[in-house]
């Protein structure tokens, strides 16, 4: 027995199609322009510049995406008119879990464009979402110096070892001090 209300999107396809409005009524395409010298100077003798489609390697204009307002599973929901624990479950069955997996790779792609793309503190929303929501961590590397090396390794060390490390140290110490 079916408790809860009816699905909104019955099929796929249906929630597909109104999952694409969804991206069309944020977004706008454009053509990608490149900077180029015309060849010609102007009264100061500087270079002429001007702008032309930028084209890909088969020749042709190359397009982008650009949102008018930021892709994301809530406004989906709101866009929907669906609650985000129905979105959830949308995921967890076949063959709807396509269409939410296509959602969560253009959401991503979004999010690291802007990741890329943003400057210093702009980005640090951008690497929450990242983190909390879709599993990316970040990496960092603490390099220590020899002597902090050597303090590190001891840590294995039988009582003799260390002992010939602190002698060993004590000399570099000499030698460098």
């Known amino acids: 027995m079916n408790v809860g209300r009816p ?4 099929t796929a396809n249906a929630l597909d199609q109104a ?8 977004s706008t395409n454009v053509t990608v322009k490149e900077e180029f010298d015309t060849g010609q100077k102007d009264e100061f003798g500087h270079a002429v510049k001007d ?9 042709e204009p190359v397009r982008r995406t650009v949102y008018i307002v930021p892709p994301t599973v809530s406004g989906l929901c709101v866009f929907l008119g669906i609650h985000r624990s ?3 479950e949308y995921q967890k069955t076949h063959p709807f879990d396509q269409v939410c997996e296509w959602v969560r790779l253009r959401i991503l792609a979004y999010l690291e464009s802007e990741l890329l793309t943003r400057k210093g ?14 599993g990316m961590t970040e990496h960092k590397t603490l390099e220590l110096g020899p002597m902090a090396s050597a303090a590190v390794a001891s840590a294995t060390m039988g009582h003799a070892e ?14 460098e001090g």
């Open 121 to 134: 503190s702009e980005i640090q929303g951008v690497k929450f979402l990242l983190q909390s929501s879709y």
């Open 19 to 26: 999952v694409r409005k969804y991206f069309v009524s944020i």
């Open 51 to 59: 702008f032309r489609d930028a084209l890909n390697g088969a020749g």
């Open 7 to 10: 699905r909104l999107y019955k």
């Open 162 to 175: 260390k002992l010939e490390l602190l002698e060993e140290l004590k000399r570099q110490a000499d030698v």
């Open 86 to 88: 129905t979105w959830y």
